[in-house]
């Protein structure tokens, strides 16, 4: 897993349901660039995205243990 897949993967477990604007200024990447890594990753089944409205929003696809 690349690093920046794992740094993904941990802004989304800490913050689920991010914009790729929030993702991109968190991690200092082209917003586009990242529109296309994850839909990769998507495709690979690490994350999932949902859209609300004209926002598409970024979830991890690990399971949360509830407490």
Same mark, same amino acid.
């Given at each position: 897993?690349s690093? @920046?897949? $794992? &740094?993904?993967?941990? @802004?989304?477990? +800490?913050?689920p349901?991010q914009?790729?604007?929030?993702?991109a &200024?968190? @991690? +200092? =990447?082209?917003r586009t660039? @990242? %529109?296309? /890594?994850?839909?990769a990753?998507?495709?690979?089944g $690490? =994350?999932?995205? +949902? $859209?609300?409205?004209? %926002?598409k929003? /970024?979830?991890?696809k $690990? +399971? =949360?243990?509830?407490?």
């Open positions: 897993m690093n @920046l897949t $794992k &740094r993904i993967i941990k @802004l989304l477990e +800490k913050d349901g914009q790729i604007q929030q993702l &200024r968190e @991690l +200092k =990447v082209n660039f @990242l %529109a296309g /890594y994850l839909l990753l998507e495709n690979e $690490k =994350v999932k995205s +949902k $859209k609300i409205g004209p %926002a929003i /970024y979830f991890s $690990k +399971k =949360v243990k509830e407490v």
